[in-house]
Every structure is written in C-alpha cells, then in structure tokens.
C-alpha cells in the first residue's frame, strides 16, 4: 500500500522527512510514512478550494453524491478483513475488535450519512415582513480539516469524513502519526469509488502538520479528535487566523454509578466491557466507579476476577480481549498515574505493571482507597485502569452526582440500576454528552456524540453531524410592490 502524501487527485512523495510506524504488540517498525512540508499543506488546502466549485464534484446530482458515498461504504465491506488487520497490526487493538467496531463501524456511518444526501432540507419561516418569501438553505461550510487522534484511527476518521462528504464539502485529512495506516488504505477506496480529484486530500505527519492546519487562513472548519490539551492549541490558532467554525471532541474521565440495587454480576459484566474496550484507550472508557458502600466489596471480588482472566496478548492472535496499549510513551503515561495514585494511598487490587513481552503490554488493573482528590480520579489515564470508591447510599443522589461531576471533563457516563426513578435522577444530574443506563459506551451513527464542558464542542454522528459541515444560508424575496 501506498506511504504517500495525497494531494488532488495524485499520490506524492512527501519532502519532510518521514515517520516511521510501529507494531504495539512488537515495538517493530511496519513502515516509514512520508510527513508534508508546508507547502505540501498549502497545495492540499488549495486542491480543496478548487474541488469545491468544480462541476465534477459541485455538479453532482444529490443522488450521484449519495452513490458514492454508498459505494465507499461496499468497498469498506468488501476489504473488511485486510482493513481490520491493517488497523490491529498498526493500532494493537484486538482483530475482533477491529472487525466488529472499527471496520463495521466505518462502513455503516458512509452508509449512514449516504442516506442523509437526499433528505438534507431548509425551511420556508413565518417572517413579519410584508410580501417577503422567506426560506433557508443548507450550503456546503467548504474546505474542512479532519484531524484525528491514534485509538480508533479508521472509525473516527469515518465520524467525520461520511458527513462531510454528505453535506458536499471538501477536506484534508491528517490522521495522527502514531496509526497512519487504515487513513491512507481509506483514501486509496476513496479513490476506487469514484470521488473527483482534489475532494479527498492527505497530509501525513506529526502535530507540526496538524498546527499548519489548524493555522491555516483557508480553512473553514476544522473536526479535531484527540486530547484536551492539544484542543486547547488548535482553538487559540484557530482565533488567530480566520476563526474557522471548530468540532472538538476531547478527553474524558467517564463516571460509573453503581447502586445498592444493581445486578452486580450484569454491572461487572458491562463495566469490565466499558473499561477495557481496546486496554481503555476510549474517550468515553469507564475509568471511575461510584460503588454503594452495601455492595462495593463483592463488585471489586467481581470485578477483579474479571480483570485477571482477561487474555492480554498481540491483537493478531485470535482470541485476545486486550491487547498492547499504542506506543512506549503512552504506556509510561499510564504506569505514571498508576505510580502517583499508590504514592496517594490507593491499593492494587489486581495488575499494576507493565506485562511482559517486547510490546506496550499493561496488566488490567483494578485500584481501591481511591480518594476523589488524587490525580488518578480526574485525570485521563486512557488505559486499562480502574479506580473503585464507595459512596454512602445514606447521603442524597445529589452526593454522589457532584462527586461524578468534579472533573474538568462531560463526554460519557453510565449508571446501573434496576430502579427507574433513580436511574432517571442521575442520567439527568450528570453533565456529560451521553449517559448509558445499564450498558457499556457504544457509539452508533444515529446517536450524537460530544462532549460537555472540556470535553469539546459541538456534536458527531445522528442529523447533528450534518451542522458542524452546513452553512444555513436565509435568502428573503420581497415580491411586494413597494
Ligand atoms: P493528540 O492530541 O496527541 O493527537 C491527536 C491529533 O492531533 C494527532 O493527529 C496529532 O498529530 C495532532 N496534533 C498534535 N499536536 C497538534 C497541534 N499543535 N495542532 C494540531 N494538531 C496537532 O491525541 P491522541 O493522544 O492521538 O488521542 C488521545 C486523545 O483523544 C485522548 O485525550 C482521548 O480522550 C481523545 N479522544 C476523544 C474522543 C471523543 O470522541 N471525544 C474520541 C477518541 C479520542
């Protein structure tokens, strides 16, 4: 497969130097991928400025366009296996995991967002003017940046890429340097189905690539995935230059509210599958869990059970439910807090330490004694790490709801309970963009995604994702005789 750089229409070599990409489950080189210069990023942006008038591509029929996007879908579909083992080999994460989230995933969000191209509508308004026609359309936003993060690589590009299209815009992507691989395999079935020169564009490279981007005064709008921290730069760059319209879906620390009343065995289940999703390198991982004080010794047995059967190996072996975390820097981060929180006074329960292997491999870990200050409960470790708390089931709901909302993040969080009112009570008092009642964090494409607070701005997926790419436009037509 191809290393290149894409820019309207060709593949080109890159004159940064370029990157090389590693196997998590190895620490082996896969390959070197090229970087751009800046004036590659220029040429990249310039292509989507073109695009986006030329008739090939604003000339469509909304049907010829929901075709394509259709057809990328089949193509995902039809190179499933080798995508999903194209993003195990270069992410780490698990191949069943590859298969039923990420690929899956992928295909069902072009189809999604394919199905929207036709039904895309303004409004005629009721306006207090005489003799006026008042009616609102949706235009393309123009040329996007699409910048992604390394955990779910070819999913999340999929998050913003189908509706971007859909909505007839044109776009640079640069995916992150750490999993550059599924991007550039999508771009080449992107080519195979039919998209004009100039309309899908590539920039590979580090956050250096990234920051031109971010700076860049021809830019319309850019989709940022990735860490709260680099959010934060993107935002202040943005304001800068031309104040390009912003999607920001950031970091998260995800409460876990268990009730007295809860079915444990279902809440360990649930909750092991919401932590350790590809070794708890998820935005919304469930990382901190609120326990009824009657019920918190037999969840942590449980759950510590659970953690310790779990089969930690390379994602290429069938069979493996947690495999390496992405990169050595990465899993020094998450032995880091692990380090901190014992220096507080948290207890291991089970795991701890990096496992063995020349891989990124880190035991699943369960941690108690936490207490609510330690950096370990409000700082994202994105590894599989949980930390367990008792709440008193004397104090008010509102108690255990101010301790969920005490960290600077709102993406996700779950509650477990068998009682409605309860469960309507949290779900209401939590400030985060989705709570889950009873069930891991799954995404789905009908649903919006994004966060509160520091968590980001605006939403992915569902009809909402159509606004982050939609100018609405309000012609008026005074047809009166004055
Ligand atoms: P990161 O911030 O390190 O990098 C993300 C992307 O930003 C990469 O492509 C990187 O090259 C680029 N980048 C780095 N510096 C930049 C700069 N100055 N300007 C512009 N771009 C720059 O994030 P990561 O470590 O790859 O991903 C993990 C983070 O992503 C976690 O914080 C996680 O919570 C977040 N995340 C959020 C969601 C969500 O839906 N909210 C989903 C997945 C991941």
Not at 68 to 83: C, P, Q, S, T
Not at 140 to 166: C, D, E, Q, R, Y
Not at 336 to 359: F, H, K, M, W
Not at 414 to 429: E, F, K, M, P, Y
């Amino acid at each position: 497969m191809t290393t290149q750089l894409f820019i309207n229409g060709e593949w080109v070599p890159g004159s940064a130097a370029a990157i090389n990409t590693l196997n998590p489950a190895t620490g082996e080189v896969i390959t070197g991928v090229a970087s751009a210069s800046p004036a590659e990023v220029d040429g990249a942006v310039a292509a989507a400025r073109a695009a986006l008038a030329a008739p090939a591509w604003a000339g469509l029929l909304p049907v010829q366009r929901a075709a394509l996007l259709f057809r990328l879908a089949d193509l995902i579909e039809e190179n499933a296996e080798e995508l999903a083992r194209l993003e195990t080999t270069d992410q780490g994460q698990p191949l069943a995991i590859s298969r039923a989230v990420s690929v899956t995933g992928a295909a069902e969000h072009f189809r999604y967002f394919a199905g929207w191209v036709t039904k895309i509508q303004g409004s005629t308004n009721p306006i207090s003017y005489p003799d006026t026609l008042h009616y609102t359309r949706r235009e393309p936003i123009g040329v996007n940046a699409l910048i992604t993060p390394w955990n779910f690589p070819l999913m999340i590009l999929s998050w913003k890429l189908s509706p971007a299209l859909a909505t007839g815009n044109t776009v640079v992507i640069k995916p992150s340097e750490v999993t550059p691989l599924s991007a550039l395999r999508l771009v080449e079935l992107a080519v195979r189905a039919g998209f004009p020169p100039g309309v899908i564009n590539l920039v590979t490279g580090d956050g250096a690539v990234g920051a031109l981007l971010s700076a860049h005064p021809d830019v319309d709008h850019l989709s940022y995935t990735g860490s709260t921290a680099v959010g934060r730069v993107i935002t202040r760059a943005a304001a800068d230059s031309n104040l390009k319209r912003l999607t920001l879906e950031l970091g998260g620390k995800a409460p876990s509210i268990i009730a007295a009343d809860a079915d444990i065995d279902a809440a360990v289940a649930g909750n092991l599958a919401g932590a350790i999703l590809n070794s708890g390198q998820v935005c919304a991982a469930y990382t901190r869990f609120y326990v009824d004080a009657a019920r918190e010794a037999e969840f942590v047995d449980k759950m510590a059970a659970g953690l310790a059967a779990l089969r930690l190996g390379p994602g290429l072996e069938e069979g493996t439910q947690l495999g390496p975390l992405v990169s050595e820097r990465h899993l020094t981060h998450v032995r880091d807090l692990v380090a901190g929180g014992l220096r507080a006074g948290a207890e291991v329960i089970t795991g701890g330490q990096r496992a063995p292997g020349a891989g990124y491999f880190f035991e699943p870990t369960l941690l108690t004694g936490v207490r609510d200050d330690m950096a370990i409960m409000h700082e994202e470790v994105f590894g599989p790490v949980l930390a367990v708390t008792a709440y008193d089931a004397a104090e008010e709901l509102d108690a255990v709801i101010a301790r969920a909302n005490n960290t600077e993040y709102g993406l996700a969080a779950t509650v477990w309970t068998r009682d409605i009112a309860t469960s309507q009570r949290l779900a209401n008092g939590i400030r985060a963009g989705a709570v889950f009642v009873n069930m891991p964090p799954i995404p789905d494409m009908a649903a919006p995604w994004g966060g509160y607070r520091a968590s980001g701005w605006g939403r992915e997926m569902g009809p909402q994702a159509l606004d982050a790419y939609t100018e609405t436009k309000a012609v008026w037509l005074h047809y009166g005789r004055e």
